[in-house]
C-alpha cells in the first residue's frame, strides 16, 4: 500500500514545472461601495498561489513578486460580501486593481476552513456550520465551547458546570456511542487536542487554552464528507478553531479593559423558616419537635419558636462576583512577516463562595516567507489557569448545592463567639457548609502550550507541499487540602495529583489545484500523518496535619496512598482527497484516510474511512432564472468514520493483560485484567446527509437546511462473561445507535440602509435517538436501572413507575403497577419507558442592530424535550424534616382527609409505612427542562474616528454585556441547563454582567 | 536544473516521511504501564509471585473481610443496627437478597481462578520445584477456603436441605472449576455442582495440599500464618469436617491442626491477659492459624467499609445486643477484652443510638484499627479457640456431654470464665452451651449465621430487635445467586423459591 502511494507521488512529482522566474506585482485600494470609505484590514489573496495581502490603514494593498500568470483574486471582509476577479500579472509590470467591496450578510462567499485546507463556501459539498470572529466579538464567553452554543445548528451543548472556566457536554448530532464518548474531535490551527484533560476536583474545558478575543472563525465538520479525512476519530465530530493571523499593513494595537459581575441564576425555592416549623410541629407534635429536634441543632427543647435563628443558607453560599480582564493584541507586519501577538489575563469570582477562575493567555502568530516559494506560518499560545472550586457533581454532603438542601433553616454557620457552629447538621462540624467552604482548599491549576509550524512550498503555480509539526503538551495539577477542622478522620489531609500529557501531530500534504479546459476544476491532496499522545500521571496523598496553617504535603506526618502511571496512544494515517468542480454547478468530493492506531486488536489495527460528497449549484443553471434567489446549492454525502474512544477507555483495551493490583506482605500484586480481543476495533459510523443551502435577495436571506441519519455500529460494550471464569467481561464491537435529524439555521438582514442595519440569525437541531442493537440477544444494558439503554429506546430513555398521585383519603403516595392499577409499592416489573433526558430541539436565535456606531446583540438559546431528574432535591425529600430544609411545595402536603393535592402526607421521620416513599423514583421527579434562556446582551458603541483621533485613538468602543440574563422553564431544579439527564449537586449557571472598553492604538 | 531539485527534495520529503513508517510498525510499539501480558504474568518469577500476592489481597475487599466477618453477626442475633446508622440494615432483617453473596460471588472467582493459574496455568520450570509446589499447596488451601465460604452461602449442607418448603430436597453447591480461563473460550457457561461433590472437591483440595506441605523441605515450609500451611489446610479441614457432621474426622483435624500450630508458630490458647493481643495487630496474634495481614496504608477498605468503621471506629453501624452481652458470666475476661462504651472516635463523642440495642451502650472492639490508619484490621480467618469449639462440638456427637463439656472447660478457663458442670447439662443443652461458647468466642468472626444453617436450625433474632426469626425452610436461608449471572452463565440454576 504505502510503495503504491510513493510510486504516484513519484509521478505526480514528474510534472512539477521549472517556471517560476518572471514576477511581476499588483496593487489596489479597497472602498465600500455604498460610502465610499477606505477600508483597512481586508484580506487579497490570489486563491490559486495562496500568495496575499491585507490592505493598509488608506485601503491599499500591495502583493509583491507574483508569478506571471492568470490568477483569482478574492478580497473577502467582514461584514462584506466576498469579491472575486480575474487579474493577469504581466513581467516586471504592476498592475493596478482597485475593488469596491458590498456590504451584506455572511454569504456563500465566505471563506471556509475545513479539514487541512480551506474551500469557499460556495464549493463545499459536506455539511459544516461555522461561527466566525465577527458573530462572537464581545460575546461574554470564557473559552470557545461556549461560543457555539445555539450557533451552530446540530450541535447541543450541555453545560456540564457554571463555574467559571467549566466545560460543556458538546454532542454534534446526538449520541452515536454509549461506552466510547461522545466529544469531538478539538482541533486548534491543526493541532489536534487530547481529549484526556479532565479534572476530578471541579470542572473545566478542554479550550480553556485559548482566549475566545483570538478566535477567527470556529467550524464544526458534521457530516461523514467533511469529517471522514479524521477517519477514526471523526465519528462524534471535528471542531476546527482557528486563531487569528498576522495582516500585511499598518499595525493594529487594541487595548481592552473589562469589569463585571457574577450574580447566582440559579432557581431554589425552600420552605420558609416559619414553614419549616411548622411542618415539623405538624409532623412530629411539638414535643418530639422540640425533645428530639431542637437539641440537635444546640437549642434547648424549650426556646421559644421566636428565638430560634431564621437563617438563609442560599444567601451563605453565594455571593457578588467580582470579574476583571485586561487583554491586548497587535496585528500588523510587512510583505515577508506578518504578525498577530495577543496576552490577555482575567480573574473572576465566581458566584459561590470560593470559587474563582484566573487565567493567563499569550498568543504569538508569525508568517514568514522565507522564499518567494517557502512560507512558514507559526502559531504559538502558552497559557495557564488557575480554578479554585467547590466539590460538584455527586450525592456527597460536601457539596454546597448539597448543603442548600440540607441545612435546616434553623441551623447556622458561626456560634457568637465566632467559631464554627458544631450542631450546624446531624453531619459533624467538619460538614458544617462554612468549615467546608472556608477550609478546604480544592484548587486545579493547567498549564497548557498549543503551537504549531507549518511550512508551505509552492512548488510551482497548481502544486505546493504542506508541513506541520504540531504539538498540544498541558499539566495540570488538583490540589485538595482540608485541614484537620475539615477532615478530622485524618487529621488533615492534603491530596495531589499532577498529569503531563505530551500530545504530538506532525503532518506531510502534496496539494493540487488546477483547471482544465475553464470549467474542469480540480484539487486534491494526499498526505501522511502521525500522532502520538503520552500522559503520565503521579498521586498522593498526605495526612495527620499538627495544624490549621500549614498545607504542602511536608507539614503533614504519613502518607495516605499513592499512585502513577503512564499510557500512550499511536495513529498513523495516508489520507487524501479529491475535489471536482465543473463548471461551478457540479461538486464532486472524494475524501478518505487509511487509519493505523495502537489502541486496537492485532488484527484490527487498519481501517479504512472513505465519504463522498455531490453538490449542485442549482442556483448557476442556465435554466434557472428566479432573480430573487441568488444561490442555491443541493447537497448529498454518504460517508464512513470511526471512534476509537478518546480518553474514554483504556489504550491498551484489545491486549490480554495481567495488572498491578494490590499487594500481600510487601509483594505487589498482578491480576488478571482482561482477556484479549486481537480482533477489537473502533466503532463505525455510517452517516448519509443531504442538504440545501440557499441565499435570496441579494443574500440578506441565507440559510442551510440539512437531514440527516448516522448509524453507529461496532459499538465498544464489554461482552458479559460468566463470573465463574474469573472475568466478568471482554470488551468487542457489538451494538448498534442511530441517530436521525433535521437541522435548520438562516441569516437575514431585515434592514439595510446607509446608516442602520437590523440583522437576525436562528438555528434549530432536531435529533432522534435509538439504540438499536445490544450485546448478542440482550435489551438493556444497565438492567434495573433508571436509565438502563434499552433497545428500542433513546440512550437516555428513563425506565421508572408511573407516578398516580395522592390518595385523597390517607395522603399516601400511589403508584401505577404494569396493568395500570393502582399501587402502593411498586416493583421492577412496574417499571414503564419515559421520555428520555436528551433534548428533542435544541438551539438558539439572535438578532443585532447597528445605526451609526452604536450596535445592539441579543441572543437567546433554547431547549426542547430533554426529561431531568433533580436527584439531589428528590434525595433529601426522603428525611423531610432533620435532614432537609424542604422544598416550598411541601406547603401543599396532604394534611386531612378528603384533601385533593399532589403532594403525599410527610410522615415522621420519612418512612411512609404503608407505602413506597414519596422520593421513590417515579415519573413524578421527571421534569421537563426544557427553557428559553436570554444566553447574551451586549450594547456597544464606537467612537466617531474624529472623535477618537482628538485623544490619539484611531478607535475606541465601550460595551456593557450580560450573560444568563433571564430564564424561562418549568424545571424544578437549579438550573435546566446543567441539568443532563441526572442532576445531582450541579453547578448552576451564573448570571454575568460586564462592562468593558476597547481602545484602538 | 531547478526542476529536478524540487523533484529531488519533494520525493525526500515524501519518502522520510512514509519510508520512516516502515514504520507501520511504529504503532505495535506502545506498551501499558500498570500491565504485563498474560504470557508474560505466568512465564517470570516475579509475576508469579504477584499472582500468588493477588490470590491473597483479594482477602482485603469489604467482601471478604467486613462481610465475611461480621454478616454472619447480623445475619443473626450477635450484632443489631444502630439507630440512626443504616450499614448492614438488609442483613439485620433478612431481607430478600441481601445476603452476603452478591458481594462475593466475584471476589471468589477471581481467587478461585487466581488459584487454578498457580495450580495449572503458569509455564512448567520457571520457579524452583519446592517453591513452586509450595505455592500449589497454598493455592489449593485458598481454592478450598473460598470454595467452602461460596457453597455455605449458596447451597445447603449435604443432606441438610429443609424436609419442607421450596428448598426440600434441594442439593446444588455452586459452579467448580479447576482449570484456569486463559482465553475467552474458556469462559463458558458451567453448572452448579451438587453439593456433595463440591465438598469432595474441597476435600480433595485439602488432602493433596496437605501432602505436599508436608513433604516440602523444611526451608519451604512457611514459618508464617499469613499464608497457606499445613497448620491452616488442617484447621480448615477440620470445619469443612464439622460442616459435613463428619464429627471423628472434624476432631482429630482439629487436634492434628492445634499441634501443628503450636509447633510450628508457637500457637496456643491466650490467657485472660492475652485476649485483646488476638486482635491487636500491634502484638503477635498468640492463637494464629491463618491470618490475612493488612497494610494500613495501601490495604485498608477504607472509612466506609472496613470492620473498625463498622464497629469501633465512626459510624458504629452493628452494635452487640443485649442478648449477646448477657451469655458473658461476670468474670468472663472477654468481655472486658472485647467491648468498650460506645464512642466515635474520630467524632471524638458518644453517637445516639448505641443504648437501644444493649442496655449501656457497648461496641464490640475486636477491630479497632490498632495500626497507624484507623480502619486497618488483619482479618483472622482460623484461630486455636475455634479447634477448641470444633472438638467440643464434635465430641459431644461422638463421645457424649461429658468429653464436649471439658473440652469447653479447657477454652473457658483460659478465658476467665467459669467452670461448667456436666452433670448440668443433657446433650441438647450441651449442644446448646456449645453454641452459646462459640457466639461468646466467635462474635465477628464469620460463624453464627453459619453454625445456625448448618445445623438445620432457624435463623434466630435477638430479643427486642424488632427483626423476626427466620425459620430454616424459608427460602432466605440461603442467598440468591446474582441475577445477572442467570443471564450470562446459561447453565447456573437459581437458588429456589427466587425468580
Not at chain 1, 378 to 391: A, E, I, W
Request: hydrophobic share 35%; charged share 20%.
Amino acid at each position: 500500500m504505502i510503495k503504491r502511494i510513493l510510486a504516484s507521488v513519484v509521478f505526480l512529482s514528474l510534472f512539477v514545472s521549472g517556471a517560476l522566474a518572471q514576477t511581476g506585482q499588483i496593487t489596489g485600494k479597497i472602498t465600500d461601495t455604498e460610502t465610499g470609505n477606505v477600508l483597512p484590514g481586508v484580506n487579497v489573496v490570489l486563491s490559486e498561489i495562496n500568495q496575499g495581502a491585507a490592505t493598509n490603514a488608506k485601503g491599499v494593498f500591495t502583493i509583491g513578486e507574483v508569478p506571471v500568470g492568470t490568477y483569482t483574486l478574492r478580497a473577502s471582509f467582514v461584514g462584506y460580501q466576498a469579491y472575486e476577479a480575474e487579474v493577469t500579472i504581466e513581467e516586471g509590470e504592476v498592475v493596478t486593481h482597485s475593488i469596491e467591496l458590498q456590504p451584506g450578510a455572511v454569504g456563500l462567499d465566505e471563506v471556509v476552513v475545513t479539514g487541512y485546507g480551506t474551500q469557499q463556501e460556495a464549493e463545499i459539498s459536506g455539511s459544516i456550520s461555522s461561527v466566525s470572529a465577527d458573530e462572537i466579538q464581545n460575546v461574554p464567553a470564557q473559552n470557545a465551547q461556549q461560543l457555539l452554543q445555539g450557533r451552530a445548528a446540530g450541535v447541543t451543548l450541555t453545560s456540564t458546570s457554571g463555574n467559571p472556566g467549566g466545560g460543556f457536554e458538546v454532542n454534534i448530532r446526538g449520541e452515536g456511542s454509549i461506552n466510547a464518548g461522545n466529544e469531538p474531535l478539538y482541533i486548534v490551527d491543526g493541532v489536534q487536542l487530547s481529549t484526556n484533560q479532565g479534572s476530578a476536583l471541579t470542572d473545566r474545558s478542554p479550550l480553556n487554552a485559548i482566549s475566545p478575543g483570538n478566535i477567527e472563525s470556529i467550524e464544526v465538520l458534521k457530516d461523514a464528507a467533511a469529517a471522514s479525512i479524521y477517519g477514526a476519530q471523526a465519528a462524534n465530530g471535528v471542531v476546527l478553531i482557528t486563531t487569528k493571523s498576522g495582516q500585511q499593513g499598518d499595525v493594529q494595537t487594541t487595548i481592552d479593559f473589562e469589569g463585571g459581575i457574577r450574580t447566582p441564576h440559579w432557581n431554589h425555592n425552600p420552605l420558609s423558616p416559619q414553614e419549616w416549623i411548622d411542618m415539623n410541629v405538624d409532623v412530629l407534635g411539638e414535643n418530639v419537635f422540640r425533645a428530639g429536634y431542637l437539641p440537635l441543632f444546640g437549642y434547648a427543647p424549650d426556646t421559644p419558636f421566636s428565638e430560634l435563628r431564621r437563617y438563609d443558607w442560599e444567601e451563605y453560599i453565594s455571593r457578588t462576583g467580582a470579574h476583571r480582564k485586561v487583554g491586548f493584541s497587535a496585528n500588523g507586519g510587512g510583505e515577508t512577516t506578518q504578525f498577530f501577538l495577543s496576552g490577555n489575563w482575567s480573574n473572576t469570582e465566581g458566584a459561590v463562595r470560593a470559587v474563582a477562575y484566573e487565567s493567563y493567555n499569550f498568543r504569538a502568530n508569525f508568517t514568514q516567507e522565507l522564499t518567494p516559494s517557502l512560507n512558514i506560518d507559526s502559531k504559538l499560545t502558552v497559557s495557564n489557569q488557575d480554578q479554585p472550586g467547590v466539590c460538584q457533581d455527586g450525592f456527597f454532603i460536601n457539596c454546597p448545592f448539597s448543603a442548600i438542601q440540607f441545612a435546616v433553616p434553623i441551623s447556622y454557620p458561626y456560634l457568637d463567639n465566632g467559631d464554627y457552629n458544631p450542631n450546624q447538621s446531624i453531619f459533624g462540624l467538619n460538614n458544617n457548609p462554612a468549615v467546608v467552604l472556608n477550609e478546604e482548599e480544592r484548587s486545579v491549576d493547567v498549564t497548557q502550550i498549543i503551537g504549531s509550524i507549518s511550512p508551505t512550498y509552492q512548488i510551482n503555480s497548481w502544486l505546493r507541499l504542506n508541513g506541520q509539526l504540531g504539538i498540544d503538551w498541558s499539566q495540570r495539577r488538583d490540589v485538595d487540602h482540608e485541614p484537620p477542622i475539615a477532615d478530622p478522620g485524618a487529621g488533615g489531609s492534603t491530596y495531589t495529583s499532577d498529569q503531563t500529557i505530551t500530545n504530538l501531530t506532525t503532518n506531510l500534504r502534496l496539494n493540487a489545484n488546477r483547471t482544465f479546459g475553464d470549467v474542469h476544476n480540480v484539487s486534491a491532496f494526499i498526505g501522511s500523518e502521525y500522532r502520538r499522545e503520552f500522559e503520565t500521571n503521579n498521586a498522593f496523598s498526605v495526612e495527620g496535619f499538627g495544624n490549621p496553617f500549614l498545607s504542602v504535603p511536608s507539614a503533614g506526618t504519613q502518607s495516605g496512598g499513592f499512585g502513577g502511571a503512564n499510557t500512550e496512544f499511536r495513529l498513523l494515517s495516508l489520507l487524501g482527497s479529491v475535489d471536482y468542480n465543473f463548471d461551478d454547478r457540479y461538486i464532486l468530493t472524494l475524501s478518505g484516510r487509511y487509519d493505523g492506531s495502537s489502541r486496537f486488536g492485532a488484527n484490527q489495527r487498519w481501517g479504512l474511512f472513505p465519504s463522498a460528497a455531490l453538490a449542485w449549484r442549482i442556483s448557476q443553471e442556465e435554466f434557472f432564472t428566479f432573480d430573487s434567489v441568488d444561490e442555491l446549492k443541493l447537497r448529498l454525502s454518504y460517508g464512513i468514520t470511526g471512534n476509537s474512544g478518546g480518553g474514554n477507555f483504556d489504550n491498551f483495551a484489545a491486549r490480554g493483560l495481567y495488572n498491578i493490583s494490590g499487594s500481600y506482605l510487601g509483594q505487589s500484586g498482578i491480576a488478571p485484567g482482561q482477556l484479549a480481543n486481537p480482533q477489537l476495533t473502533w466503532e463505525e459510523k455510517r452517516s448519509i446527509n443531504v442538504g440545501l443551502d440557499w441565499g435570496m435577495w441579494n443574500n440578506r436571506f441565507t440559510g442551510t437546511l440539512d437531514l440527516y441519519r448516522e448509524t453507529s455500529s461496532e459499538l465498544l460494550l464489554g461482552r458479559p462473561l460468566p463470573v465463574s471464569s474469573g472475568y466478568g467481561s471482554i470488551l468487542g464491537n457489538v451494538g448498534e445507535v442511530q441517530n436521525r435529524g433535521i437541522e435548520v439555521s438562516f441569516q437575514t438582514v431585515n434592514i439595510q440602509t446607509q446608516s442602520f442595519r437590523w440583522s437576525t440569525r436562528f438555528t434549530a437541531g432536531l435529533n432522534q435517538n435509538e439504540v438499536l442493537e445490544l450485546t448478542g440477544d440482550q435489551q438493556e444494558l444497565n438492567g434495573g436501572g433508571a436509565l438502563p439503554i434499552a433497545v428500542g429506546y433513546s440512550q437516555e430513555a428513563w425506565h421508572v413507575p408511573r407516578w398516580a398521585g395522592v390518595n385523597p383519603a390517607d395522603g399516601r403516595p400511589m403508584f401505577y403497577d404494569e396493568n395500570g392499577n393502582i399501587t402502593y409499592f411498586p416493583d421492577q416489573a412496574d417499571d414503564v419507558f419515559f421520555d428520555g433526558g436528551e433534548e428533542d430541539v435544541s438551539g438558539g436565535f439572535g438578532t443585532r442592530l447597528n445605526y451609526q456606531g452604536l450596535s445592539l446583540d441579543v441572543f437567546f438559546q433554547y431547549s426542547y424535550g430533554a426529561t431531568a431528574l433533580p436527584n439531589t432535591e428528590r434525595a433529601f425529600l426522603g428525611n423531610q424534616s432533620v435532614f432537609s430544609s424542604g422544598l416550598s411545595f411541601l406547603t401543599r402536603r396532604w394534611q386531612e382527609p378528603g384533601e385533593v393535592t399532589d403532594v403525599p402526607y410527610v410522615p415522621a421521620g420519612g418512612v411512609y409505612p404503608n407505602s413506597s416513599g414519596f422520593n421513590t423514583l417515579s415519573t413524578y421527579w421527571l421534569y421537563d427542562a426544557s427553557y428559553l434562556r436570554l444566553k447574551s446582551a451586549t450594547l456597544s458603541y464606537s467612537l466617531p474616528s474624529n472623535l477618537a483621533e482628538k485623544v490619539s485613538l484611531s478607535g475606541a468602543r465601550i460595551y456593557v454585556s450580560g450573560a444568563n440574563l433571564i430564564t424561562w422553564t418549568s424545571y424544578l431544579g437549579l438550573d435546566p441547563e446543567v441539568a443532563g439527564a441526572f442532576s445531582e449537586s450541579s453547578y448552576p449557571s451564573e448570571r454575568q454582567l460586564n462592562v468593558g472598553i476597547e481602545l484602538d492604538l | 536544473m531547478r526542476f529536478f531539485a524540487k523533484t529531488t527534495v519533494v520525493t525526500l520529503a515524501l519518502l522520510v516521511v512514509l519510508q520512516g513508517c516502515d514504520f507501520a510498525d511504529v504503532i505495535k510499539r506502545t506498551e501499558p504501564s500498570t500491565s504485563v501480558s498474560q504470557e508474560t504474568a505466568l512465564s517470570s518469577p516475579g509475576t508469579i509471585r504477584g499472582i500468588r500476592a493477588k490470590m491473597y489481597d483479594r482477602f482485603h475487599s469489604a467482601a471478604f473481610s467486613t462481610d465475611w466477618m461480621l454478616g454472619p453477626a447480623a445475619q443473626a442475633d450477635n450484632t443489631f443496627i444502630r439507630t440512626g446508622a443504616n450499614r448492614m440494615q438488609g442483613l439485620n432483617f433478612n431481607n430478600r437478597r441481601a445476603g452476603i453473596g452478591t458481594g462475593a460471588w466475584n471476589n471468589i472467582y477471581s481467587a478461585i481462578n487466581d488459584a487454578n493459574l498457580l495450580i495449572g496455568g503458569i509455564q512448567e520450570d520457571v520457579l524452583p520445584e519446592a517453591e513452586r509446589n509450595r505455592l500449589e499447596a497454598e493455592a489449593r488451601f485458598i481454592r478450598a477456603l473460598t470454595l467452602h465460604h461460596a457453597t455455605r452461602i449458596f447451597g445447603y449442607e449435604p443432606g441438610m436441605s429443609p424436609s419442607s418448603g421450596p428448598g426440600s430436597g434441594f442439593d446444588l453447591g455452586v459452579v467448580i472449576r479447576t482449570s484456569p480461563t486463559l482465553s475467552p473460550d474458556q469462559a463458558t457457561s458451567k453448572a452448579r455442582a451438587p453439593v456433595s461433590e463440591v465438598y469432595s472437591q474441597i476435600e480433595t483440595d485439602l488432602t493433596t495440599a496437605i501432602d505436599i506441605f508436608s513433604s516440602l523441605p523444611s526451608g519451604e515450609k512457611s514459618q508464617s500464618p499469613n499464608f497457606g500451611t499445613e497448620v491452616s489446610a488442617q484447621a480448615l479441614m477440620a470445619r469443612v469436617q464439622l460442616y459435613q457432621r463428619e464429627w471423628g474426622n472434624a476432631d482429630q483435624r482439629a487436634q492434628q491442626a492445634l499441634d501443628l500450630a503450636n509447633s510450628r508458630f508457637g500457637s496456643s490458647l491466650a490467657g485472660p491477659g492475652e485476649l485483646d493481643a488476638i486482635f491487636n495487630e500491634t502484638s503477635s496474634n498468640p492463637e494464629a492459624i491463618f491470618t490475612i495481614d493488612t497494610d494500613p496504608l495501601t490495604e485498608s477498605v477504607g472509612v466506609n467499609l472496613a470492620l473498625a468503621a463498622f464497629t469501633s471506629k465512626e459510624w458504629m453501624a452493628q452494635i452487640p445486643t443485649q442478648d449477646l452481652l448477657d451469655l458473658y458470666g461476670p468474670d468472663d475476661a472477654r468481655r472486658d477484652a472485647w467491648y468498650g462504651p460506645c464512642f466515635d472516635d474520630i467524632v471524638g463523642a458518644a453517637p445516639g443510638g448505641c443504648a437501644a440495642v444493649n442496655e449501656n451502650a457497648i461496641e464490640l472492639q475486636k477491630y479497632e484499627g490498632e495500626q497507624s490508619t484507623p480502619y486497618a484490621d488483619d482479618y483472622i480467618h482460623l484461630r486455636v479457640a475455634e479447634m477448641y469449639l470444633i472438638q467440643a462440638e464434635a465430641r459431644l456427637n461422638t463421645s457424649g456431654v461429658s468429653a464436649a463439656i471439658s473440652r469447653l472447660n479447657d477454652l473457658r478457663s483460659q478465658r476467665g470464665a467459669s467452670q461448667l458442670d456436666p452433670a448440668n447439662f443433657n446433650f441438647d443443652q450441651a449442644y446448646g452451651e456449645i453454641l452459646a461458647e462459640r457466639r461468646r468466642e466467635l462474635v465477628a468472626e464469620g460463624h453464627r449465621y453459619f453454625d445456625l444453617k448448618r445445623l438445620g436450625r432457624d435463623i434466630r433474632k435477638a430479643p427486642g430487635t424488632g427483626a423476626s426469626d427466620v425459620p430454616f425452610e424459608d427460602i432466605r436461608v440461603l442467598d440468591d445467586i446474582p441475577s445477572g449471572q442467570l443471564e450470562v452463565n446459561t447453565e447456573l440454576v437459581q437458588n429456589p423459591g427466587y425468580n
